[in-house]
């Protein structure tokens, strides 16, 4: 063969390959292959993890295409790297079993090759211990598919060489054993034959003490952990039941039981494992097992520690629940012991129920005693010869089996314990002698106190969701149901006569006239499927009157007026079946009574509606409320001082579950803990707002504390103080949660009931500020903890707008620093007004939304509320949208209703909004008239009578709304650009700041107008982000993004980020590449605006012009020499020419340092 490792081939994809003969072809592919997947398996050593997964997943892949290719290299590469470590073995192993079972068939002598080398691993001591030998063994398990009497015969070799076996083979064979998708039915057939063989030769190894003594070693050895089944200790105890089984020396069989008894009892795979041989070895030697299980019983630590309550807790752990082993160990010899067990069974059963009541009660003691019933039960229902015999204990093990029943907690539904017990019962009702109707009373009336009076399925879940690992309630509560009804079903089944009929339903009556819903709907339920089993299976006895039927109907009939629509359901199908079973009573024809019920127009509306949704509070709403609010205490205490991750998850799954149905009682808790938030509170904040529908219920309510304010003035008591921490929690919780991806859907839903409730907040805490302080004992607690409510406040606002998605608005704001209008109750109008422009003048998605949300608020009681909305309505009379909402005479209305209200600041906003040009268009019309007067006050030589003139022009523009300025927009603007670099920096400030308002006043309209204007104004503006005055720089930043906006500018948002946060050379980069980018047609109006400011007497504005320059020259080269004109090349370096002369080096150096790069260049060009 080829060596892999000296192939270096790569497919040909010539049109010489053609011309290959085929066979050296395929050759030549086979070679390639190889090579290949060679190279996978070395690969398969590398530390990298990541990339092992990915060789895996191509082995894996390769193996489908060419599976014998892949073994065959797996087998050379063991033989050719006999040094590779232990780890890559280890990986090797892995891949070579996932091939093997996803083979449908393996090679003969391929099978043997990988047999053999899984033995060769299987007993090797590496540093990956079991691990190692482990993957290894499941080689071979995986060739138990495809070699099945091969694998075994190897097996069935290195069991029997007189030397203990090795801990792998014991994990082979009990995978084997306990694994039942590994064999076919006739496989595990012959596997129960050849084990018991293998017992039978092994029992020549218990007199070599050697043998002997790693046998017992390797029982006594503990389990890795209690949790985990071990397979070798599993097949240990089945071994050692074998070779019990088929020993014949009396003696030494009770030896060694004794002897395993004797070990420790404290681990669960130890008790069933004890057990297990004992019910094996009991199958031959059915004395031997009981007299040793009698003897242990009655004599040592076992005896001690019977009917000793008091002691229980302090006891050694190895005895506790010795117990449970002898009630698992009896169970395990009635299975095990089949017909034998019959005459038995009174003397096991009596034990059990000695053992159960006279032991420590647990959990674990339940548990075994339910398992050795069924297990009892299950043998002797398998026994045809059952029904010759009487069963005296049936009725003692029935009144315990009634004890578990009544000790499962009533108002939870946790575990297959109740099904278990009616089961048990199920078959012990159908033994000798028949029960006598006092004992079968006391078991309907226990049944049906247990399962009828669960609470809802809703409530049962609420109770799971706080357990680490939470039963499927939906089919455990069915599989409860099933159980009762199979119970019902035997007792009636035994004594088939309308007499025990009506004794069965008569422990129903109370249950059928219940006042709770659930519990009615259960009983009829279960009365309904006993009718039903009657009626399909017509078993009842025939000779006997139907007597005491008008009981029964009349309380059927009764029902089917129950309020309950799934109740009147089922009630007719009890109706229809007790029919058809009185027909069959009478010897007649049996028919549907209600031919159509299941296709009726009635119940075809029942079947298709929706479930009834349940009240979220109970009769007493008091515990309850305390009830919930326990549980969610408990829960925070838990979560915060745990720090299992695990623990943490289940926690806040139960939350998210119970957060479902108690929405408004957790809020209230977690409020406690929500001032300040710290990581662990948000945590359970996000885990409430988990579930889609959830989460807008948890802001509904947050919003409700929020709006739940003492008066200003009077937080002094102690009620008071509890409100007003509540609503400040409520408002840190809201600005928290705005981040938190679970809120996002619900937090745009209600954009506009936050944004209006956060704002009214902040004018609230304006209030409270100015208003007289609560007496600080009263508060030197908590306001430790409150960092600023209106700083909080106010980036709760913040965030909003910019999480929600409105970064436009945010933009808007954050460039005109308007968030510090909002600093001081003076300002907070003006702050507000500016939030509702810039919705208007973005063109917000919420307006609609908050339009009828500020109508709604203008409504409200609290004046603050009304303030808030009347400033939004007023100012939304701007936008397009109200008039498409609204007709003129509704929202004239709403303005003359402010004229009326007692607040003059409302009175006003009223007034303003009275004067908005939509209720006149003459008004634009006489507005834009004066504009041209107000032009020739922008010369006037007092600065501030230039600054008045150009804040009115700024209030008509803002008056003009959607109509705008018209035509005159050109003339404004080159206007204004004459002051851009006017030395007065308060008229600099205005003019750049009223360019901004004209871009806005003009988008969205006619762009050729005012599009050259925009073009020219962007490299003042960008020159001037270096301004000496920081209120010029302020209103270069919105006037630049502005302009960028109405140029539908690429990456605006980046944009308005390194405008607002940015400063230094990447800020001014970045703004150069969007200018030179989007303004590529202007190029040279820019260059020679820029070669303009070179000029300028100020070193800042000449320093970001020659910023700009150089990285035209370094970056865009070839754009001076091809997009310039001849004029502007001389200009240009004239301008670098005269640099060189300038008094400052930094200047200097510029210039010559871009001379010589330009004539580089230019050089190049030519």
Same mark, same amino acid.
């Given at each position: 063969?080829?060596?892999p490792?000296?192939?270096l ?5 010539s049109?010489?390959?053609t011309?290959?003969?085929?066979n ?7 070679a ?9 398996l070395?690969?398969?050593?590398s530390?990298?993890i990541?990339r092992?997964?990915?060789v895996?997943?191509?082995?894996n892949?390769m193996?489908k295409?060419?599976q ?14 006999l040094e590779?470590s232990a780890?890559?073995k280890?990986?090797l192993f892995?891949?070579?079993e996932n091939i093997?079972l ?5 090679q ?5 090759r ?5 033995l ?9 211990e079991?691990?190692y030998?482990?993957?290894a063994?499941?080689?071979l398990?995986?060739m138990?598919?495809?070699s099945w009497n ?20 014991l994990y ?13 039915p006739a496989?595990?057939d012959?596997w129960?034959e050849?084990?018991?063989?293998i017992?039978a030769?092994s029992?020549?190894?218990?007199t070599?003490?050697?043998?002997a003594?790693?046998l017992?070693?390797a029982v006594?050895?503990?389990?890795r952990?209690y949790l985990?089944?071990?397979p070798e200790?599993?097949?240990?105890f ?16 009770r ?16 008790r069933?494992?004890i057990?297990?041989t004992?019910g094996l070895?009991?199958?031959r030697?059915?004395d031997?097992a ?16 019977l009917?000793n ?5 302090e006891?050694?752990?190895k005895w506790?629940?010795?117990s449970?082993?002898i009630?698992?160990?009896y169970?395990?010899m009635?299975a095990?012991a ?8 009174d003397n ?6 000695f053992?159960f009541r006279s ?12 398992e ?11 026994n ?9 204990q049936v ?7 009634l004890?578990l029943m ?12 109740r099904q278990?017990?009616m089961?048990?019962?199920?078959g012990?009702?159908k ?10 009373s006391?078991?309907?009336?226990t ?6 009076k669960?609470?809802l399925?809703e409530?049962?879940?609420k109770?799971?969701?706080l ?6 309630i ?12 199979d119970l019902?079903?035997s %007792?009636?089944?035994? =004594?088939?006569?309308?007499?025990? /009929?009506? $004794?069965l339903l +008569?422990?129903?009556y109370?249950w &059928?006239?219940s ?7 259960r009983?009829?339920?279960?009365c ?7 009626a ?5 006895d ?5 007597g005491r039927?008008?009981h029964l ?6 029902l089917?007026?129950?309020?309950d629509?799934e109740?009147?359901?089922?009630? %007719?199908?009890?109706? =229809?079946y007790l029919y058809q079973? /009185?027909? $069959?009573?009478? +010897?007649?024809?049996t028919s549907v &009574?209600?031919?159509?019920?299941e ?6 509306s ?9 009240p ?11 009830k919930?609010s326990?549980?969610?205490r408990?829960?925070?205490?838990h ?12 926690i806040?799954?139960a939350i ?7 929405t408004?009682?957790l809020?209230n808790s977690?409020l406690?803990?929500s ?7 948000i ?9 889609r529908?959830?989460a807008?219920?948890v ?7 929020l709006q739940e304010?003492?008066?200003p ?11 007003y921490?509540?609503?400040?929690a ?10 938190s ?8 839903n ?9 704002l009214?907040?902040l004018h609230?805490?304006f209030?409270l500020?100015?208003?007289?302080s609560?007496?600080?004992s009263e508060l030197a ?9 209106q ?9 909003l ?6 970064w436009?608005?945010?933009a ?6 308007a ?8 300002t907070?109008h003006q702050?507000v007004?500016?939030?509702?422009r810039a919705m208007?003048?973005n ?5 609609k ?6 109508i709604s ?6 004046e ?11 100012e939304?009379?701007?936008s397009?949208?109200i008039?498409e909402?609204?007709p003129?005479q ?23 909004g ?14 834009r008239a004066?504009l041209p007067a107000?032009?020739?006050?922008f010369?006037?030589?007092n600065?501030q009578v ?6 009115t022009?700024?209030?008509?523009l803002?008056?003009?709304g ?5 035509h005159?927009?050109q003339e ?6 004459n002051?851009?670099d006017d030395e007065r920096?308060?008229v ?9 308002d004209?871009?806005i006043?003009?988008e969205?309209k006619?762009?050729?107008?005012m599009k ?13 982000l270096?301004?000496k ?9 919105f ?11 690429k ?8 405008l607002a946060w940015?400063?230094?050379l990447?800020?001014?980069h970045f703004?150069?590449?969007s ?12 260059l020679s ?10 070193r800042?504005?000449k320093?970001?012009a ?5 990285y035209?020259?370094?970056?865009y080269?070839d754009a001076?020499?091809?997009k310039?004109?001849?004029i502007?090349?001389?200009l240009f370096?004239s301008?670098l ?6 008094p400052?080096?930094?200047f ?11 004539e580089?260049a230019s050089?190049?060009?030519v």
């Open positions: 063969m080829v060596k490792t000296s192939i081939l790569k497919k040909s994809h049109n010489q390959a011309l290959v003969p085929q050296h072809k395929i050759f030549m592919e086979e390639y292959n190889t090579a290949i997947c060679f190279k996978l070395r690969d398969l050593g530390s990298d990541s092992v997964k990915m895996t997943k191509k082995l892949n193996a295409a060419e014998n290719m892949v073994l065959e290299t797996i087998n050379d590469y063991f033989v050719d790297n590779i780890r890559h280890y990986r892995q891949i070579l093997i996803d083979a449908t068939y393996i003969e002598d391929w099978g043997e990988f047999i053999g080398l899984a060769e691993n299987m007993t090797k001591t590496t540093e990956l079991d691990i030998q482990d993957a063994s499941n080689v398990l995986a138990c598919k495809h091969l694998v075994f015969s190897k097996l069935e070799e290195d069991f029997l060489t007189g030397i203990f076996p090795h801990r792998s083979l082979v064979m009990g995978i084997i054993s306990t694994n039942d998708k590994l064999l076919t496989q595990r012959h129960q050849q084990l018991i063989q017992g030769r029992v020549q190894f218990l070599v003490d050697g043998w003594k790693s017992m070693l006594m050895k503990p389990d952990t985990e089944q071990n200790k599993t097949f240990l089945i071994y050692y039941g074998m070779i019990l089984r088929a020993a014949n020396n009396s003696s030494m069989i030896k060694h039981l004794r002897s395993l008894l004797d070990t420790s009892h404290q681990s669960l795979q130890q069933e494992g057990a297990l004992i070895t009991a199958a030697h059915l031997d009981w007299a040793v299980l009698d003897q242990f019983g009655r004599t040592g630590p076992l005896k001690r520690t009917n309550f008091s002691i229980k807790e006891e050694d752990p506790k629940w010795a449970s082993t009630l698992l160990s169970g395990q009635a095990k089949k017909e034998n067990i019959l005459p038995w069974v096991i059963s009596s034990r059990m129920v053992y032991s420590y009660w647990d959990d674990t003691l339940k548990q075994s005693f339910l050795a019933t069924l297990l009892l039960v299950g043998s002797i229902s398998r045809e010869g059952a029904h010759s015999y009487e069963f005296t009725p003692e093990l029935i009144d315990s089996l004890v009544k000790k499962e907690p009533q108002d939870t539904l946790c575990t297959t314990t278990q017990v089961c048990a019962i199920s012990l009702c033994l000798r002698p028949m029960l006598d109707a006092k004992r079968k006391k078991i309907l009336f049944c049906f106190q247990s399962v009828f669960l609470p399925k409530a049962l879940e109770h799971t969701c357990l680490a690992d939470p039963p499927d939906q089919k455990l509560y069915m599989d409860t149901m099933s159980a009762l009804d019902l079903q %007792l009636i089944t035994e =004594n088939p006569k309308p007499e025990e /009929l009506h $004794y +008569g422990h129903m109370s &059928l006239v006042e709770k819903v659930h519990e009615r709907q009983a009829v339920r279960s309904m499927v006993l009718l039903k089993y009657l399909q299976k017509a078993c009842l025939t000779t006997e009157e139907f039927i008008g109907l009349g309380t059927l009939a009764m089917c007026q129950d309020p629509k109740i009147q359901q089922m009630v %007719l199908e009890a109706i =229809n079973i /009185l027909l $069959y009573q009478k +010897g007649l024809e &009574l209600f031919r159509n019920v296709h009726s127009e009635e119940t075809q029942l079947s298709i509606q929706e479930p009834i949704p349940m979220e509070i109970p009769v007493n709403p008091t515990t309850h409320i305390i919930v326990d549980i969610s408990t829960l925070y205490c979560f915060i001082s745990i720090e299992a991750v695990n623990i943490k998850k289940k806040l799954k998210t579950l119970i957060s479902r149905y108690h408004q009682d809020v977690f406690e803990y001032l300040p938030l710290d990581r662990e509170t945590n359970l904040w996000r885990a409430m707002g988990a579930e529908l959830t807008p219920k802001l509904h309510e947050l919003l409700i504390k304010r003492p008066t003035g009077q937080v002094k008591g102690a009620t008071e103080i509890k409100i921490l509540d609503s400040l409520a408002m840190n919780t809201l600005y928290e949660i705005q981040y991806r679970e809120y996002k859907e619900a937090v745009r209600w954009y506009p009931q936050l944004l209006l409730g956060l009214t907040q609230y805490l209030e500020s100015m208003a007289e609560p007496k600080k607690e908590d306001a430790e903890t409150i960092a600023s409510p700083r909080t406040s106010l980036n709760s606002v913040k965030s707008l910019y999480t929600s998605g409105h436009k608005d945010f808007h704001l954050e460039l005109q620093e968030w510090n209008l909002f600093t001081n109750f003076e907070y702050g007004t500016l939030i509702a208007v003048q063109s917000c998605s919420q307006v939304a908050l339009l009828y949300q500020t608020n203008m409504e409200a009681k609290p603050r509320d009304k303030k808030v909305a009347s400033l939004f309505f007023t939304f009379l701007n397009p949208v008039l909402e609204l003129k509704a929202i004239l209305s709403h303005l003359h209703q402010g004229l009326t209200d007692l607040n003059p600041a409302i009175r006003v906003m009223s007034l303003q009275l004067k908005n040009v939509i209720f006149d268009s003459e008004k634009g019309n006489l507005l004066q107000f032009l020739e006050g010369y006037s030589e600065e230039v600054i008045r003139v150009m804040s022009v700024a209030d008509v803002y008056c003009l959607q109509q705008g300025a018209g005159q927009c404004i603007a080159f206007n204004l650009r002051f851009f920096d308060n600099r400030a205005s003019a750049i700041s009223l360019f901004g004209l871009v006043s003009m969205g006619d762009p050729y107008t050259p204007q925009v073009h020219q104004s962007l490299i003042p503006l960008l020159v001037h270096k301004d005055c920081p209120a010029v720089i302020t209103k270069c930043k006037a630049f993004y502005r302009c960028a906006v109405f140029l539908n500018w990456l605006r948002h980046t944009l308005f980020c390194t940015e400063e230094g990447t800020a001014r703004l150069w590449t200018l030179m980018e989007n303004g590529e047609g202007e190029f040279p109006v820019h605006q820029a070669l303009k400011y070179l000029h300028s007497p100020h800042n504005l320093l970001s020659a910023l700009f320059i150089g035209t020259i370094c970056y080269p001076i020499f091809q310039s004109s001849e502007d090349l001389t370096y301008t020419e005269e640099l060189k002369q300038d400052e080096q930094t200097r150096d510029f210039a010559t340092r871009h001379s010589i790069f330009l580089g050089k190049q060009m």
